[in-house]
């Protein structure tokens, strides 16, 4: 990726990475976010398939049991771009101690608010994850946010400063393609499977462009795995990266 089309697509003002109306859109989504058949409903869809990534890279990165039911147990988690909690609430089930920071102030309180609910000890924070003196973690996630933000450097720093030695990320996002046009946006979007204004097809990244901002950062890039869409599987982890994609991340 060049250094133009970098900035181009960052449209850096000053370092921040949240976008005002993309805060708003997500925040006027929170009351139903934990809707299964609600204006998230896709996500609650794609939220067994990142877990499955997510259990299989903890266990490889930690080494741990693979049949332990708290794999995170005496860890610390962070999921920036955190909704209402969707990601926040298996991890901590997985034994992590958690922390979700999202760019809606609408949407930790109705995180914060369903997790009591659940007996869940999960710590909320609303704002930009530049600027928040949270400390480092031991896994940090980011699903589905780095296509939403305005500065796309700063906020790969930002997840990078926050990662502690020897910790592991985990992001997701659509890829750049044709295909993610086709489907992600106009079908999407057209056929009200997903919120209209949800994506920016321009601003979508694809795996070479995030393996550059990681690396430059400091990161090395594992392997991606697609996650893509069909009748009879649903969505599903693939080797096909057209539509979405996840990856792990970790220090060189």
Known sequence: MSDATTQERSKTSGGQTIRPDEAAHFGKLARDWWDPKGSSAMLHRLNP???????????????????????LAGKSALDVGCGAGLLCEPLARLGAEVTGVDAAPENAA???????????????IAGEI?????GSFDLVTAMEVIEHVADKR???????????????MVLSTPNRTPQSRLLMVGAAEGFGMIPKGTHHWDDFVTPEELAELLDEAGLEMGDPRGIDFSPAKGLHLSNDLALNYIVTARAR
């Open 49 to 71: 398939v990142r877990l499955r990534f997510l259990r299989e890279a903890i266990d490889l990165h930690w080494a741990r049991d693979i049949e332990a039911r708290r794999p």
């Open 110 to 124: 109705a995180a914060a608010v369903h997790a009591d609910g659940a007996g869940l000890d999960i710590r909320y």
């Open 130 to 134: 530049g600027t928040l003196d949270i």
């Open 154 to 168: 700063a906020f790969v720093a930002a997840l990078v400063a926050r990662l502690a030695p020897g910790g592991l």
